[in-house]
């Protein structure tokens, strides 16, 4: 059973910090690569940022320089450092992978977390 564990969601102000957390849980061999979608009350769901497991990147033209994706892959967990946060930023933030392997083989495609609540307001 593999499992993704977000955290790090909560209320900040405008121009706050969050840091929000997806790991991965169970016999996993290998992840492709991770990421964050967001999805806003009335909005489709958007990517945000994303990483494989050798470290390329690809943002989200609103999030560039204000956000910091990373991955640990020893720990198949990926990060999500937001800064100078605003208020359109509020939304459930979900953790994303994409080819994750376990023991028994490809556990899926492309395998979703529950998801996380950020909500910048003052």
């Known amino acids: 059973q593999v499992q993704l564990v977000e955290s790090g969601g909560g209320l900040v102000q405008p121009g706050g910090s969050l840091r929000l957390s997806c790991a991965a849980s169970?016999?996993?061999?290998?992840?492709?690569?991770m990421g964050w979608y967001r999805q806003a009350p009335g909005k489709q769901r958007e990517l945000v940022a994303a990483?494989?497991?050798?470290?390329?990147?690809n943002y989200a033209d609103s999030m560039k320089g204000r956000f910091t994706i990373s991955i640990d892959n020893a720990k198949n967990t990926v990060y999500l450092q937001m800064n100078s946060l605003k208020p359109e930023d509020t939304a459930v933030y979900y953790c994303?992978?994409?080819?994750?392997?376990?023991?028994?083989?490809?556990?899926?495609?492309?395998?979703w977390g529950q998801g996380t609540q950020v909500t910048v307001s003052s």
């Open positions: 994303n992978t994409r080819g994750i392997y376990y023991s028994g083989g490809l556990w899926a495609n492309d395998y």
């Open positions: 169970g016999s996993i061999v290998r992840i492709n690569a």
């Open positions: 990483i494989t497991s050798g470290g390329s990147t």
